[in-house]
């Protein structure tokens, strides 16, 4: 519980730290508010957003088209992931195609994807799919291809069928680089988010911070930044609190019951 405590103080530290700085420059160099804010005034902005401003209804479109989106991402990334470590033929077929896909900018798909899926949330799902799509295949890929040479032999020796293999030799030795895959597309599934919010769309946290720069309201431009801040650290968190619950072995071996590999 103490070590919990301390690991959930010491950021908060760091945030006061910075929070304090904020308030010293605007302070002492006199600068304007359309220019940089004080922190209060970007508190003010988030409270009054959520309470009257419309800010929920943005902070509900971004967050349901991340979540979906990632899902999505994440998902067909470790499935096509595990169909490219498990078989050499659908590696040579398929992963150039993948590393191609991902070469392309983003930014300059979203046009494309707008005329295809168009404004509605369709688009914002496929975006987020894409972004996040790449770290997850790479991790899935490198944390089956990675295990123990030695443990694979060992199942070979006792005649374990592959699918045994895979669910208790592979897939428990590949869990940690999943799960840092999962990690690394929480911040870019809000990336691709705010990226269709920015290119075509009438909700979300991107066309709010979209809005406010048009009428150089920039507390509120601080207010979507902030919340988009808050939305990474949150999905980062659960990630890491599901990785803790189910790879349980992380830092030991992972062990396997030869007795039932037959």
Not at 13 to 42: G, H, R
Not at 76 to 83: D, N, Q, S, Y
Not at 152 to 168: E, G, H, I, M, Q
């Amino acid at each position: 519980m103490k070590d919990r405590l301390r690991t959930a103080i010491y950021p908060l530290i760091t945030v006061a730290f910075l929070v304090a700085c904020w308030q010293v420059a605007v302070s002492e160099f006199s600068i304007e508010d359309y220019i940089l804010p004080e922190p209060w005034l970007v508190v003010t902005s988030i409270t009054d957003g959520f309470r009257v401003g419309g800010f929920l209804g943005h902070f509900w479109a971004t967050a349901e088209a991340t979540v979906l989106g990632y899902v999505l991402g994440c998902g067909l990334a470790f499935l096509i992931g595990v169909a490219v470590a498990e078989s050499a033929t659908f590696d040579k077929f398929v992963y150039p195609c993948v590393v191609a896909l991902q070469s392309m900018p983003k930014v300059a798909l979203a046009p494309l994807i707008l005329v295809w899926f168009g404004h509605e949330i369709e688009s914002r799902i496929i975006m987020v799919g894409l972004i996040c799509f790449f770290p997850m295949f790479v991790n899935t890929v490198v944390g089956i291809r990675q295990t123990d040479p030695e443990l694979l032999d060992l199942c070979r020796a006792f005649s374990a069928s592959r699918r045994y293999v895979f669910f208790n030799a592979k897939l428990p030795s590949a869990a940690g680089e999943i799960f840092a895959g999962l990690q690394i597309g929480v911040v870019l599934a809000l990336i691709g988010a705010v990226v269709a919010e920015f290119v075509a769309s009438e909700r979300g946290i991107g066309h709010m911070i979209d809005s406010a720069a048009v009428s150089l309201t920039v507390s509120n431009m601080f207010a979507g930044v902030i919340i988009l801040a808050v939305m990474g650290v949150i999905g980062t968190a659960t990630v890491r609190f599901v990785e803790r619950r189910v790879v349980f072995w992380e830092g030991g071996s992972v062990r396997v019951n030869l007795e039932q590999a037959t």
